[in-house]
Each structure stands twice: as C-alpha cells, then as structure tokens.
T-cell receptor, first 115, second 113 residues
Framework: AQKVTQAQTEISVVEKEDVTLDCVYE???????LFWYKQPPSGELVFLIR??????QNEISGRYSWNFQKSTSSFNFTITASQVVDSAVYFC????????????FGQGTTLQVKP | EAGVVQSPRYKIIEKKQPVAFWCNPI?????LYWYRQNLGQGPELLIR????????DSQLPKDRFSAERLKGVDSTLKIQPAELGDSAVYLC???????????FGPGTRLTVL
C-alpha cells in the first residue's frame, strides 16, 4: 500500500516552544517525493518543502527544519520557537514516479500555538 | 505572479441541484488537478489534466461528476445532481511542465442541504 500517516491529530503548544510534526509513509517505489504543506484557516494549501527519495540530507529554512530518514520511513517537520502565525493544519504528502503526479496526503495535524 | 484562482469561494445548494466550480491555473502551468477535501481529512485527487487531456480520472465519480479543460487553460468541475455527501472543499492545483510542487488555489467550500 502507498500511504501517509500523521498520527498526531492535534498539537497545542505555547508560543516560543519547539514542536515536531510526525509523518510516516509507505511506498513500494524506490523513487518517490515527499512534501509538506501548510493550510491556514483561509484554506489555501501552501507548499513548504519537497524532498526526493535519493536526498536524505536534512534541511533547515529559518525556523523550519525537516528530518528525512528512509530507515524508518519518516519525514518529520520541526518548528523552532513557534509563533501564533504558525497555527494551521499541516499535511505531509507522497507521490512517486509512476503515480502521474497524484499526491497522497496524510490526515493532517492541527497545530495550535497559544500566546 | 498571480496564484491559482478559484470561484466561487462558497456555494450552498440543495440536494439534487447542479453546481459548477471554476479554476484558472497559474500561467504556464500545463498540469491541472482537482482535489476534494472532506472535513478533517487530507485532499484526495479527483482528476488530473495534462494540457486539455484528462490523464487520470480514476477517482472521479463519473455518474454525477464531470470536468473539462477547454484549450488547456481554465477548467470547470461540475456535479449533477449534488448529494449530501458531496459537501466538501474542492481544491484546484496546478504545476509547471517540469514536474515540481503543486500550487493550490483557495478552494470552493460546497455545502449541500
């Protein structure tokens, strides 16, 4: 099966705390792509990152960082020093080369950052 | 650069009525996607277009749903007749010729009463 699991349904933190959103994926393909999207209350999905299966290098972008580990089929997302504006639903997604570009999304994790 | 445009943003209809959603992708993006997002779920693909050709419509309920992308630019998704279970957000996305990330529009929130 090809699927994405985000086990955390909701997370609540206080501003300035660090928070990690988990993503576990399953795929039979050796060439695949993983994504994170942010969906604020306005509803529009905002692209955050794409990572291909051959690049396990972790990435940092400002307060955001991503930890890709093929050994555990995980692609976790950490927000450092969270802010109220980070409050949103975050989706992890998967596609693979023979999948015609269709994204398979996880259930999403709702992050609430309280002041 | 303008993003993906969708209209209307909200639509409330009674069951058995028809409804249509419109999407204008980012200029130069030849691939267009329609997704449906149920409450509390991630989006699920309904149909994917490469230019004007539907290359993946395996998830589209063809008895009541139809879509078109004339001239390979704008697209319309139609439901006729709508059912209560069709209440959801309908998202349109587009991506450039060299495969990359998909850019999403704000979606149309459909409520069927």
């Amino acid at each position: 099966a090809q699927k994405v699991t985000q086990a955390q349904t909701e997370i609540s933190v206080v501003e300035k705390e660090d928070v990690t959103l988990d993503c576990v994926y399953e795929t039979r393909d050796t060439t695949y792509y993983l994504f994170w999207y942010k969906q604020p209350p306005s509803g529009e999905l905002v692209f955050l990152i794409r990572r291909n299966s051959f690049d396990e290098q972790n990435e940092i972008s400002g307060r955001y960082s991503w930890n890709f580990q093929k050994s555990t089929s995980s692609f976790n997302f950490t927000i450092t020093a969270s802010q109220v504006v980070d409050s949103a639903v975050y989706f992890c997604a998967l596609t693979w080369t023979s999948n015609t570009g269709k994204l398979i999304f996880g259930q999403g994790t709702t992050l609430q950052v309280k002041p | 650069e303008a993003g993906v445009v969708q209209s209307p943003r909200y639509k409330i209809i009674e069951k058995k009525q028809p409804v249509a959603f419109w999407c204008n992708p980012i200029s130069g993006h030849n691939t267009l996607y329609w997704y449906r997002q149920n409450l509390g779920q991630g989006p699920e693909l309904l149909i994917r277009y490469e230019n004007e050709e539907a290359v993946d419509d395996s998830q589209l309920p063809k008895d009541r749903f139809s879509a078109e992308r004339l001239k390979g630019v704008d697209s319309t998704l139609k439901i006729q007749p709508a059912e209560l279970g069709d209440s959801a957000v309908y998202l349109c996305a587009s991506s450039p010729p060299v495969k990359g990330e998909q850019f999403f529009g704000p979606g149309t929130r459909l409520t069927v009463l």
